[in-house]
């Protein structure tokens, strides 16, 4: 894989994995939009420093240090991306509909631990469309996904799926607005 290419969600989860983190890669990947979304910064902070989280390898090999600075850095640009190419960092779809539905149940958790740990300064300025969107995340966050007819339900999922990728985009515009703006700097 080169430095250009996005991550995947395979490969952050092997890192989790390596790491023994107590989150998987979806739920690692929400835990940094949020973080960027609500206005924090990483600033020469590691990524896991900055999201309080501590496996029971702490200390990231070279490969898996270089990897989570590539994901900062590639979800920090999606999200400032005048594109709206932001996508949230979830499995294939070529996997089971339940483990897509978990995972993005478990980004939108992340995604709300990131945006806390943030700060709370902004937090309490947010207009009521963003303290609209921040609940129905906190209602995807905690649902028990119920399944029955196939079509139907990944209908569904992709229409929660586009409506968490829009979330973290509006959220990011309003909290962190020009700050964390597309670089090719390397964010540790």
Do not use: Y
């Not at 496996?55 to 994901?71: K, M, Y």
């Amino acid at each position: 894989m080169t430095v250009d290419e996005p991550i995947g969600h395979d490969e952050l989860d092997g890192v989790c994995a390596r790491l023994r983190l107590a989150i998987a890669a979806s739920e690692l990947h929400g835990s940094l939009c949020g973080f960027l979304a609500g206005g924090g910064h990483l600033d020469g902070t590691s990524l896991l420093t900055a999201l309080h989280l501590d496996g029971e390898e702490t200390t990231p090999s070279t490969a898996d240090q270089a990897v989570l600075e590539r994901v900062a850095r590639q979800s920090a640009n999606e999200l400032a991306d005048p594109e709206l190419g932001f996508e949230p960092l979830l499995p294939p779809d070529d996997r089971p509909l339940p483990e897509r539905a978990d995972a993005l149940g478990d980004w939108c958790r992340g995604f709300l631990g990131g945006f806390g740990l943030a700060g709370a300064g902004t937090h309490a300025k947010l207009s009521e469309e963003a303290q609209e969107i921040l609940r129905d995340l906190g209602t995807l966050a905690g649902a028990a996904f119920d399944f029955g007819d196939e079509g139907e339900d990944e209908d569904s999922l992709i229409e929660l799926h586009e409506f968490v990728r829009m979330a973290a985009m509006l959220l990011h515009a309003e909290c962190a607005g020009g700050r964390n703006r597309p670089t090719g700097d390397t964010v540790h």
